[in-house]
């Protein structure tokens, strides 16, 4: 999780297995706040395709931020990894994130596209990212 920019601090349960859960300490302080995670899915496919979905369980979290509170009463993520038909190398990530939130929005798109491009950094330091890369983007549906 490094490559998000988030540091896990404690686990329950194998990280794997359905009903796992990951805290994590978001942000500095003195606007830092405590999220929870539970691993509701997790697949991999013959294809070398994976996916997992969490749930944030220890809402409702109110974040303290410099314009002002708000507060997550939840949110859902799904992560899909899928090889790319017919394409040598190439991997499709699908990462969408249903949530709820009151007060100031939380910019959650420049969030993803900044961790992807973190984790594709990350691999090509690595040596692990062979061919071209799409650029992160983001699709918002209010």
């Known amino acids: 999780m490094s490559w998000m920019g988030l540091s896990v601090t404690d686990t329950k349960g194998d990280r794997n297995r359905l009903g796992a ?3 994590f300490d978001v942000g500095a302080a ?7 995670e539970s691993l509701l ?13 969490f749930d944030h369980v220890n809402s409702p979290v109110i974040v303290p931020g410099s314009n002002g509170a708000q507060q997550f009463n939840g949110y859902w993520v ?9 394409q040598k190398f190439q991997t499709d990530i699908e ?3 249903w949530s709820c939130l009151t007060g100031n929005p939380f ?5 993803h596209e900044a961790g ?6 990350v691999l090509e330091a690595q040596g692990k990212i062979k061919g071209p890369n799409t650029t992160p983007f983001s699709v918002i549906h209010a």
């Open 116 to 121: 992807f491009k973190n984790l594709t950094s």
């Open 41 to 53: 899915r997790h697949d991999r496919g013959y294809d070398g395709s994976y996916g997992q979905s």
């Open 21 to 23: 859960k990951r805290d």
């Open 78 to 86: 799904r992560l899909d990894l899928k090889p790319k038909p017919n």
């Open 95 to 97: 990462w969408n994130t």
């Open 107 to 111: 910019p959650i798109e420049a969030f």
């Open 30 to 36: 003195p606007n830092n706040f405590k999220l929870v």
